[in-house]
């Protein structure tokens, strides 16, 4: 398995998670947890950005991982 199938798993992985904790926070009606359910998604959003940029990076600077 090459870097770029592990980097491209790892933000399938952090994308389902973001939209599980925003099911979750639909779903409660409890106001903190609703708030930390959203505040936990829009972290793990910036982690599918973050994980994104670096996967650009590794397919322009490693065009092996393309494969």
Not at 12 to 40: H, M, P, R, V, W
Request: aromatic share 4%.
């Amino acid at each position: 398995m090459t870097v770029g199938t592990k980097i491209q798993q790892t933000i399938a992985s952090a994308e389902s998670i973001a939209a599980s904790l925003k099911g979750f926070a639909l779903d409660t009606d409890n106001q903190q947890a609703k708030q930390t359910y959203q505040q936990l998604s829009q972290q793990m959003e910036t982690v599918v950005q973050e994980l994104k940029t670096r996967e650009q990076q590794i397919m322009s600077e490693e065009p092996q991982y393309n494969q």
